[in-house]
């Protein structure tokens, strides 16, 4: 996994709601995201940027299947992704992002994607996501609905391109 002097980056055995309590310095709503009256699936694995015997960053992944103009595949759904407020600025939600991408492409997929709030989309431009045109249709408790943040995606290996079209998430959202 990714290492610089000061952090390293593990896949993590245990990670919930207390951990990203802790990280998100105890906050109700610490991604941001609940008044979108979305329902986010959780992840299946998870990723710690660790400093001083503490994890200090997280990103977690699923595999999740996705549709674009009749062509099925399955895509890296990166979530989860949150920084010790005293910690940001130092490029640690790259370092997780990097630990989930790693083992994604490890483990065979192509490309990722994720959503983000607006205010956060120049972060992973600047970590080389693309932004997806339209919004993604995603499965809800009601039924499939746009997910009203943007989406923005990222190939894992040479040529895996995003087709054009609309986007139907056959998941919930990550």
Known sequence: MGETAEFTTTELADWGWPEVQALGGGAADPFETGSLNVTWRPKDRHFGVWHEG???????????????????????????????????????????????????????????LLFCLPDRAPLYAHLGWLPLPTPVTADQPDGPAAV?????????????????????LHSLPM
């Not at 989406?151 to 986007?167: I, N």
């Open 148 to 168: 009203p943040i943007g989406a923005m995606w990222k190939s894992l290996t040479p040529g895996a391109g995003w087709p054009e079209g609309p986007v139907r």
């Open 54 to 112: 503490r994890v200090v960053a997280h990103a977690g992944f699923v595999v999740a299947p996705v549709e674009v103009d009749g062509q099925r595949f399955d895509v890296a759904g990166i979530g989860g992704v949150i920084v010790d407020a005293a910690m940001r600025g130092r490029g640690l939600a790259r370092l997780a992002v990097t630990g989930a991408l790693d083992a994604a492409r490890a483990d065979g997929l192509d490309r990722a």
